[in-house]
């Protein structure tokens, strides 16, 4: 047996499978060698050799067969990349229980990159298949095809993951490249804390990098002294071929009160929009992020939650989170059954909290004054409470966004969502955090 048996068998799996499943599971394998008994099969990552052995093995062996290979048994090997995949299992096990040692929380280092997001992690379909090319494209030449690259499409898409994904591959494969991950938020915050107090150095850390990554672009919308600057930081960086990647929740042309002569930056080089999920693909996310915690999965209750979440990947994890921690603390099995009674409930509101309790009984645990926490302060006592204020109306309530951001006395829907963010990944990471949402939970169900 040889390589071009294990590619004919791979090009027959294809036409019998779904293309989703393909690329998520076969895609990336390898043939190492044979010994006329055993076959070794390079995988790249536990995920997929667990599908592999488990799902497809009676598949695989007849093809191979068929084919012409002789052998008694196919034994997948993780290769190469099976330590980043690794780094990444161990970053979310230990963002579920931090109390444990420090060691592998999601690292977030001087870069702005989270390691959790990478390319092993990220499902590609047919919503986000070039976005995800541009990207491997980008760390394969920084700085010379698409410059810039600008995506844009819907909230919880997997824009941030895919942005950070080229950052985080250009870490590990060229090392050497200086790489500044950053939101538009804290461009805009670190431009004006360097007015407000005559800081130095604020041009030189932003045109010195070899890759700058900057996420939802739509937030410098309006603010066009940033914008200025921003326009100065582009032309010094695309002028050196250095690369320059962009995230937003719109194209160029429908952010408000974005600059003429930026609009048409951002159009020079590569504009990508990222679409919501099909249904083969919201299945296979599922599926590897259950199995990323060990968990496999019924196809029954994979399409179940597929068919419930279609728009949004976070709330499809969110959906799977919710029903393997249910099934963890109630000791059932994570089946349909499950899943179906969770979704009922969660659908509910709780009827004897509104909007105004929430925000009240927050503003009450931190001292904080109801004026204040819906009024313009952005002091870190105000902004903090009020960042969790929208995620309980978020956890609790269920409310929009839109709504959200109307209860804290924000036009801007997007700044909910943001808020909501850095609550949710706080109080993964936050002890601290993870105590207070409980202890104002309590007051609110008292
Ligand atoms: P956005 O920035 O577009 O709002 P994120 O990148 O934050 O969305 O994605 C939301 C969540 O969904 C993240 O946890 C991310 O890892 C996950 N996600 C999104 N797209 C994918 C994908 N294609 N494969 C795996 N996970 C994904
Ligand atoms: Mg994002």
Same mark, same amino acid.
């Given at each position: 047996m040889d390589e071009a048996v294990w590619q004919t068998t791979l090009g027959e799996i294809e036409l019998t499978i779904s293309r989703a499943s393909f690329v998520t599971w076969f895609k990336n394998t390898r043939y190492l060698d044979s010994d006329g008994n055993t076959v070794k099969i390079g995988v790249p990552n536990i995920f997929a050799k667990q599908q592999l052995e488990v799902k497809f093995s009676d598949q695989i062996n007849k093809t191979l067969k068929k084919n012409g290979a002789k052998f008694s048994e196919v034994v997948y090997v993780i290769d190469n990349k099976a330590a980043k995949i690794d780094e990444a299992t161990d970053n979310v096990l230990h963002a579920k229980a931090p109390s444990r040692p420090a060691k592998g929380i999601n690292k977030v280092n001087t870069t702005g990159l989270n390691s959790k997001y990478n390319f092993e992690t990220f499902i590609v379909g047919s919503g986000n298949e070039l976005a995800y090319a541009a990207c491997q494209a980008i760390v394969r030449s920084? !700085?010379? =095809?698409?410059?810039p690259l600008f995506v844009y499409g819907g909230v919880g898409l997997g824009k941030t993951h895919l942005v950070q994904a080229v950052g985080n591959a250009l870490v590990e494969e060229k090392p050497d490249t200086r790489i500044l991950y950053i939101s538009s938020e804290t461009f805009v915050n670190d431009f004006l804390d360097s007015i407000r107090y005559k800081k130095k150095g604020f041009a030189d850390k932003y045109r010195s990098v070899d890759v700058l990554i900057i996420d939802?672009?739509?937030?410098? !919308?309006? =603010?066009e002294k940033t914008q200025e600057e921003f326009f100065h930081t582009f032309n010094a960086l695309h002028q050196a071929n250095k690369q320059i990647i962009i995230s937003s929740d719109k194209p160029p042309k429908s952010i408000p009160t974005l600059s003429e002569r930026l609009r048409s930056r951002f159009e020079w080089g590569m504009t990508i929009d990222i679409q919501a999920p099909d249904f083969e693909t919201r299945c296979a996310i599922l599926q590897v992020k259950a199995n990323t915690q060990g968990i496999e999965l019924d196809q029954e209750t994979v399409e179940f939650l597929a068919t419930h979440f279609q728009t949004n990947i976070r709330e499809l994890e969110g959906a799977l989170n919710q029903l393997l921690a249910f099934s963890e603390m109630r000791g059932v099995e994570p089946n349909l059954e499950t899943a179906t009674g969770i979704l009922n409930g969660s659908r509910m509101r709780p009827k004897h909290v509104s909007a105004r309790n929430v925000v009240e009984k927050t503003a009450k645990y931190f001292s904080v004054d109801m004026p204040d926490i819906v009024g313009p302060k952005r002091d870190r006592e105000v902004v903090v409470p009020r960042q969790i204020a929208m995620y309980l109306l978020r956890s609790e309530l269920h409310m929009s966004f839109p709504k959200v951001a109307r209860e804290l006395g924000r036009k801007d829907h997007t700044t909910a969502i943001h808020s909501v963010d850095k609550i949710e990944q706080a109080i993964a990471t936050d002890s601290n955090v993870r105590q207070q949402v409980n202890e104002i939970k309590e007051k609110l169900y008292a």
């Open positions: 920084p !700085g010379v =095809k698409y410059n939802d672009m739509q937030f410098i !919308g309006g =603010k």
